[in-house]
Nanobody, 122 residues
């Protein structure tokens, strides 16, 4: 199993920056990819950014050039994933969720964090 704990959300003015963190612990060897998703009121949850165990990344078109995803392995028992968000816009307002995908051969469901609110004011 993998446990995910998010932090770093808050209220920021348009054009500002925030950094989200997601601490992952547990069976880290089983992780294939980690990512950030977001869900705004009345909208479906959408992918924001994703990073594979190889280091390969992909981003939603709406955040390219403004957001950066990264991970740090502090020891054999904990990863921390970050989402550096810059030049934030009101349309970035949403609950942001940390996500972990396990190795496909395990055929296991994804793990999700509890979510952290990001609010961007005009």
């Amino acid at each position: 199993q993998v446990q995910l704990v998010e932090s770093g959300g808050g209220l920021v003015q348009s054009g500002g920056s925030l950094r989200l963190s997601c601490a992952a612990s547990g069976t880290l060897w089983s992780i294939y990819a980690m990512g950030w998703y977001r869900q705004a009121p009345g909208k479906q949850r959408e992918l924001v950014a994703r990073i594979l165990e190889t280091g390969s990344t992909n981003y939603a078109d709406s955040v390219k050039g403004r957001f950066t995803i990264s991970t740090i392995s502090r020891d054999n028992t904990k990863y921390t994933m970050y989402l550096q968000m810059s030049n934030l816009k009101p349309e970035d307002t949403a609950i942001y969720y940390c996500n972990t995908e396990l190795l496909p051969r395990l055929r296991a469901p994804d793990y999700w964090g509890q979510g952290t609110q990001v609010t961007v004011s005009i």
